[in-house]
């Protein structure tokens, strides 16, 4: 794996990183806890939805027996903006092997209300915990090596408009679903890239909940100018991920009455796939 | 299409069918809706999920503003059984396009206390106000004409044990994936058939909530025999189906760790994608 080509000289470690310092809560009392949203993840004006997700399930991996996101699925409500807000998470089952749990993140409005912004219900287990056997049949996606594919300093950014996630992100773009870029979109409904963390701290599964949705929406390809607000994102972690880089597909195949459905997959440097997603999404069609 | 191959002298309608008067439910009070939840809907003693998810989807068509279920989220918590259930629903959010709305299935312990069942998360619109516009790239499924498939009268069943569901059901499977009654299974991870409700009616956005999880498991065809309880299921319904048979396709890419995902295709007698679903399952691996 390419992974020294984009690791800093230091790297962040899980617990002392960007991400971690930008998904810790507060716990205000039992199974609610206060977090700052932090400016550091925003795509243009709008809080990243996996950055969101990811801090949803980290206040239901305390919450709930089990350590690790199975299955979460998160319709989105309002736009959340950097700033506080509180997560309120409900036990609704506890087995032995999996538990199901609900959380919400609320914003508050000029007179203090609280505002709903995402709700997420969740599966959690031990991914440790899991057997060995894989029968997978899905291959890694086509991508070129790291250094082949396009970051910031190749410019065009791989995010347009003013994106501070970008500086989060270690994301390389595959030359071939960079067209949208340069104004030359494939026409494809695809998206491929090479993930990390900007700091070098490696993957785990909760930072696995912002890998899939931090790529350039597929719509871009797809010849579409327009934000492509998500209205509901599920995610299967399948995996426990391995150290290094990850590589993130994008795939959209019916874009259709004004909405998209976006299926991502994750793949680990051991070339496991370690999560699975899909979203509908809303488009503007121009 | 090759739909009088298999419709009944007298079609049942919309509202008017076995589908409508098992799914039927009496409002208690604002929002609590009581059922009696069929046996005519079980796969050996199971009570099938897909019927489940749409007593729980006309609970929430009822208790919103918009009508059709665009995104719908279930986790399932513990085994329903047919019998006497209650659907208690709340509306997360009301908007002038979508809204957002949760609802919970419980039956009775044995002390009549409630024990929840599954839980569900949507988002509901109009399928009638979307614009026309398509860009899909989706292809139908490759699956014989309805007249080749096999059903019941071919015998082997197409739903091994007893199964009252297929009396309710016109289901015809792809003989390139029946193999697996057969004891010929072909380790792909595919099913298809042609579905249909037995009495005729025609399919609209609750029916759809039932075909994509109405096949045998994709798990059979990959040699495994044990059942493959679903543990999250995620409905996208993007169009309002045209009268006459559906097709449906899925596909299971990933088996690992006990678990896999099942990624459903519905197609009506149009040619359009009318809903795509994943689920996450657990295999007992044999």
Redesign the interface.
């Known amino acids: 794996m390419s992974e020294a080509a984009s690791a800093p000289a230091v790297r962040a470690t899980a617990g002392d990183s960007e991400f971690d310092r930008d998904t810790a809560l507060v716990r205000r009392a039992p199974g609610v806890y206060d977090i700052d949203l932090s400016a550091g993840w925003t795509i243009i004006n709008a809080v990243n939805g996996g950055y969101l997700l990811a801090v949803l399930g980290r206040a239901l991996a305390d919450a709930l027996p089990h350590p690790d996101p199975?299955?979460i699925?998160a319709?989105y409500?309002?736009a959340s903006r950097p700033g506080p807000a509180v997560v309120r998470t409900d036990v609704?089952?506890t087995g032995r092997t999996?538990s199901?749990g609900?959380a919400s993140l609320f914003q508050y409005d000029e007179d203090g209300r609280e505002v709903?912004r995402i709700?997420?219900?969740?599966?959690y287990g031990d991914?440790d915990a899991?057997?060995?056997?894989?029968?997978?049949?899905?291959k890694p996606p086509a991508i070129p090596p790291l250094e082949q594919c396009l970051g910031p300093e190749d410019g065009p950014a791989p995010v347009p408009g003013s994106s501070a996630i970008a500086d989060r992100l270690m994301l390389r773009l595959d030359p071939a679903t960079a067209g949208w870029a340069v104004g030359r979109p494939s026409g494809?409904?695809e998206m491929r890239a090479w993930f990390g963390l900007a700091d070098g701290r490696d993957a785990d599964p909760l930072s696995l909940l912002l890998a899939v949705d931090a790529l350039p929406p597929t719509a871009f390809e797809?010849g579409l100018t327009g934000w492509v607000p998500t209205?509901?994102l599920?995610v299967?972690v399948?995996?426990r991920p391995a150290p290094g880089p990850l590589r993130v597909s994008i795939t959209t195949?019916?874009?259709?009455?004004?909405?998209l459905?976006e299926d991502a997959e994750v793949w680990d440097a051991a070339d496991?796939?370690v999560a699975?997603s899909?979203q509908?999404a809303r488009v503007r069609?121009g």
Chains 1, 2 share one sequence.
Do not use: I, M, W, Y
């Open positions: 199975f299955t699925s319709h409500l309002t609704v089952r999996l199901t609900q709903e709700r997420v219900l969740a599966s991914l899991l057997p060995d056997d894989v029968r997978t049949t899905a494809k409904g797809l209205v509901e599920t299967h399948r995996c195949r019916n874009l259709a009455g004004g909405f459905e496991r796939l699975q899909r509908l069609l």
